[in-house]
């Protein structure tokens, strides 16, 4: 992997509405698009991810979708709760030297 | 069922001492890492091993060491320690050398070099 993207750094929304975190990329062999989510202090840990065949993955209130020609990615939270208060990172694989990881966007819940 | 262990949680050292942060993991994983996390920097590649025996660079190796004797443990040295590797170490693992699956994060080690 190369480079990765991140944005927004911080992204604060109200309650019940919708969260939008946008990666970019530029290793064209990238396959392979994580999600880890990092409460504070605690270990980051995986909530969706999707591979390079597949634009668009959904489980329940989050969403993933892949544009392989623009090297994109993006998450979407949906009717957000405070639960979801965290600092999330996006990353890209699938060669042998690991994950790159973005920088990270703390996402604040506002009640 | 362990996963991914990592041992201290919490170390204080002084400049220039050396010391090792122990990984070990029991889901018989291929891949293991190593990852600095800095404020407003992510999660920063240290060293890298595809499987026992075979170990390589990441994007921030300098100052630090590892070795992969055994499937299961990924040490990682710090050979004279400064106040820039002030940080939070994650050690994290994957079932294949090419990381197309998910990765599992110990539950780190917090550095602090004084």
């Known amino acids: 992997g190369e480079n990765v993207e991140q944005h927004p750094s911080t992204l604060s929304v109200q309650e019940g509405d919708s969260a939008v975190i946008k990666c970019t990329y530029s290793?064209?062999?990238?396959?392979?698009f994580p999600w880890y989510k990092q409460e504070l202090g605690k270990r980051p840990q995986l909530i969706i991810d999707i591979r390079s065949n597949v634009g668009e993955k959904k489980d329940q209130r989050i969403a993933v979708t892949l544009n392989k020609t623009a090297k994109h990615f993006s998450l979407h939270i949906t009717e957000t709760q405070p639960e979801d208060s965290a600092v999330y990172f996006c990353a890209e694989g699938g060669g042998a030297d690991g994950l790159t990881f973005g920088k990270g966007t703390h996402l604040i819940i506002q009640p | 069922n362990a996963g991914v262990t990592q041992t201290p949680k919490f170390q204080v050292l002084k400049t220039g001492q050396s010391m090792t942060l122990q990984c070990a993991q029991d889901m018989n994983h291929e891949y293991m890492s190593w990852y600095r996390q800095d404020p407003g920097m992510g999660l920063r590649l240290i060293h890298y091993s595809v499987g026992a025996g075979i170990t390589d660079q990441g994007e921030v190796p300098n100052g630090y060491n590892v070795s992969r004797s055994t499937t299961e443990d990924f040490p990682l040295r710090l050979l004279s320690a400064a106040p820039s590797q002030t940080s939070v170490y994650f050690c994290a693992t994957a079932l294949f050398g090419r990381v197309s699956t998910e990765a599992f994060f110990g539950q780190g080690t917090r550095l602090t070099v004084v």
């Open positions: 290793d064209s062999a990238s396959n392979y």
